[in-house]
């Protein structure tokens, strides 16, 4: 059964720190990993990573994935009381399973002014 | 239009009623997707279509139907639900089901079987 873990799962800063927040994958013809956060209703994109050691950048955003590994990272520096919200990783597989998300259980960020 | 529309925004049902949710997307999308969402929980997937057909069905209960009539439409038809039925039902879309250029979420129903 394909697992995606992420942690921590929970982390409480303030205004200007940087973190990071990690997501390990096992899974079964993987495709790609997603970064979506999700504040009250719909997860909103971020980014969509396929090659390994390629980083993609938004603004203060930054996110890189290790296939070797089976991880990824998402950065986000100075941060601000408007990323305050839940951070999820979800992979794509292939194969049968061709389509399917599967999630992480979420980072919960807190931005303290 | 780059968004995924859903309706109604919350629905309270009784166990013994049928309701349906609907989504809609206009952005040529020919893969669409239901998840279920539990408090404190990441999205669950239940079904995907792909081209107005049925892929994915994970195992999901017959009490939740889902129906394709075209390719921007994507209904989820609800009978004799449960108390625990009670969460956030996201759908989504992607230009196919490889999801090259993304997968786009619609802002959910809040269901609550009562």
């Known amino acids: 059964e394909d697992k995606v873990v992420q942690s921590p799962l929970s982390l409480v800063v303030h205004e200007g720190d940087t973190v990071t927040l990690n997501c390990s994958y096992e899974v079964t013809n993987f495709r790609s990993l997603l970064w979506y956060k999700q504040e009250k209703k719909a997860p909103t994109f971020l980014f969509m990573l396929t090659s390994s050691g390629i980083e993609k950048k938004s603004g203060r955003l930054s996110s890189i994935l290790d296939k070797k590994e089976l991880f990824s990272i998402l950065n986000i520096t100075a941060t601000q009381t408007g990323d305050s919200a839940v951070y999820l990783c979800?992979?794509?597989?292939?194969?049968?399973?061709?389509?399917?998300?599967?999630f992480g259980q979420g980072t919960i960020l807190t931005v303290h002014p | 239009d780059t968004e995924v529309t859903q309706t109604p925004k919350h629905l309270v049902m009784g166990m013994t009623n049928k309701k349906s949710l609907k989504c809609e997307q206009h952005?040529?999308?020919?893969?669409m997707y239901w998840y279920k969402q539990k408090a404190k929980k990441p999205p669950e997937l239940m079904f995907v279509?792909?081209?107005?057909?049925?892929?994915i069905n994970e195992s999901v209960p017959s009490r939740f139907s889902p129906e394709c009539p075209n390719s921007s439409l994507l209904n989820l038809h609800l009978h004799a639900l449960q108390p625990e039925d009670s969460a956030l039902y996201l759908c989504?879309?992607?230009?196919?089901?490889?999801?090259?250029?993304?997968?786009?979420f619609g802002s959910g129903t809040r269901l609550t079987v009562v």
């Open positions: 979800a992979t794509v597989a292939g194969g049968t399973s061709y389509g399917k998300l599967t």
């Open positions: 952005m040529g999308h020919r893969a």
């Open positions: 989504a879309s992607s230009q196919d089901r490889a999801g090259i250029y993304g997968y786009t």
């Open positions: 279509y792909s081209y107005e057909k049925l892929s």
